[in-house]
């Protein structure tokens, strides 16, 4: 039988036999259920000819119910029916990139409400990096005086002559955290530390290794500037952010960053290298390690744990309590994580990064990765919290490029972290999708067409050889396949 156009598709549909008209669900019915029956976010929906009734046991299931029903108002008629559902994985989520591009809360709003409608409940928005502080500080406010604004943009090869900044004041993150609430969607704000934070120490160069005057980058990359290990007044700045952010964002997690942190300015700085010998720590990574759980141990005193990027393995002596993103792994410490019982969250690079063309990484892909990734041992899956999609937009200049980028990629994500192996089909979900594009039109999202981001062998490789060079020449072309085609 052809499968509903439903996305996320759900656990289970028995069909009853019959028709009737969808205008059921206009008159639906709620049941509660005990809270154990269907899990924190699971519900059923029973369709026949006495009408639709829907039963969950959370307001966070009636909800998840309500985005189902959303989706089978597609139709004229429905069959008869009953759905029972509840999602595979507990954290379904997308990274948005607010600070080499900004977004309006009006255009905050339509991406929160398009990722509400395939069940994802997390969003991770990435607030502070070497290219602005978004984030309003009453404490610090030279972080937005100074952090918030950059003097021009170089990304991707283009130059714009232009200052380029703002930040969300308290009042509009105050707005986004609850609209997101009452879509069941829980927002974790990104304090990257140590590494990521020039937008931070051009503000204010004391909590800083040279305690130099910098200025905010406009360039993407990874850059040397380190927030200071080895001087307490760094620590005291931390925890007086972090108790601002924490005062804003009421979520269980909060993501400290760790990633991309080169060392060059704590093995030059007297009080770095200090620090390091009087903890008798072997290197410097052990020292990011130390820094990073004091700040993982300053968030569970206020009730709060830890994420962090893969990258934290890295000191080997990162605290257990923190839940680990994987995105970059090449040495399989992720694995060895989870394996010993530690969680991890998995956004891929070459499966799940949203910023780069479909030609370099097609929807085939994202929806094929499996989050059981690579070196995980079959008993430890639970280990695996689940899966998030990364928008990265220093190439994402305005909201329909956004949007171009991320969907289907989000709902290929939303319905690997929300359905049964079983039921995953990369054919059908193209099928399905096509007939949920108009949904989306009409919430003002424009997602790629087709023909984009299901390409063919050809153009993967031609367009992939275009986006970096913009020219085609051989060598290009054979660089394109390795990196098109590798671990594929
Ligand atoms: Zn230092």
Redesign the pocket.
């Known amino acids: 039988m052809k499968k509903l156009n439903l996305i996320p598709y759900p656990e289970k549909i028995e069909y009853l036999g019959g028709s009737v008209s969808a205008a059921v669900l206009d008159r639906f019915t709620k049941q509660t259920a005990e809270p154990n029956e269907y899990g924190e976010e699971g519900y059923s929906i029973q369709i026949d000819e006495t009408g639709a009734v829907v039963t969950a046991g959370t307001a966070y299931g009636f909800f998840r119910a309500e985005q189902t029903m959303k989706q089978l108002r597609n139709y004229a008629e429905l069959p008869c029916l009953c759905i029972t559902d509840s999602p595979a994985f507990p954290y379904r989520g997308f990274l948005l990139d607010s600070v080499r591009h900004m977004q309006s809360t009006e255009e905050l709003k339509k991406l929160i409400d398009a990722a509400a409608l395939f069940k994802f409940n997390k969003m991770h928005w990435h607030l502070s990096d070497d290219q602005g502080f978004r984030m309003e500080s009453e404490r610090y406010p030279k972080l937005n005086e100074i952090g918030s604004y950059r003097s021009s943009s170089d990304f991707g090869g283009e130059h714009i002559q232009a200052r380029y900044g703002g930040f969300y004041t308290k009042a509009q993150i105050r707005e986004i955290v609850a609209y997101c609430a009452e879509r069941h969607i829980e927002v974790i704000p990104e304090l990257d530390m140590p590494g990521h934070t020039t937008a931070i120490i051009a503000s204010y160069p004391a909590v800083?290794?040279r305690r130099l005057a910098v200025e905010v980058q406009t360039k993407q990359g990874i850059f040397d500037n380190?927030l200071?290990?080895?001087?307490e007044k760094t620590f005291a700045f931390l925890f007086d952010l972090l108790d601002e952010i924490c005062e804003l964002f009421p979520s269980e997690h909060i993501h400290i960053g760790g990633d991309e942190a080169p060392k060059k300015?704590?093995e030059e700085?007297?009080?770095?290298r200090a620090?390091k010998n009087e903890l008798g720590l072997k290197n410097f990574e052990e020292l990011q390690g130390w820094f990073v759980n004091r700040i993982i141990e300053f968030l569970a005193a206020k009730g709060k744990k830890a994420i962090v990027w893969n990258e934290s393995l890295n000191s080997n002596n990162l605290d257990t309590s923190a839940t680990v993103q994987m995105w970059m792994d090449r040495n399989g410490k992720s694995a060895v994580w989870a394996n010993r019982g530690n969680h991890v969250i998995v956004s891929p690079f070459f499966s799940y990064y949203c910023d780069y063309p479909y030609c370099q990484t097609p929807v085939k892909k994202t929806y094929e990765y499996d989050p059981y990734f690579k070196g995980l041992a079959p008993i430890m899956r639970k280990y695996v919290l689940g899966v998030e999609a990364p928008l990265w937009t220093e190439y994402i200049g305005d909201f329909d490029r956004a949007c171009y980028l991320a969907f289907p990629r989000f709902a290929a994500v939303a319905e690997r972290g929300w359905s049964r192996k079983e039921h995953l089909d990369y054919d059908s979900f193209k099928l399905r999708f096509a007939c949920l594009v108009p949904m989306l039109n009409k919430t003002g999202i424009k997602p790629a067409p087709q023909s984009d981001w299901d390409p063919d062998k050809i153009h993967r490789i031609t367009d992939t050889v275009k986006f970096y060079k913009n020219k085609i020449d051989l060598e290009s072309i054979k660089n394109s396949w390795n990196t098109t085609y590798r671990k594929e």
């Not at 700085?269 to 770095?272: A, E, M, N």
């Open positions: 800083s290794c380190l200071c290990a080895g001087d300015r704590w700085c007297p009080k770095c620090k």
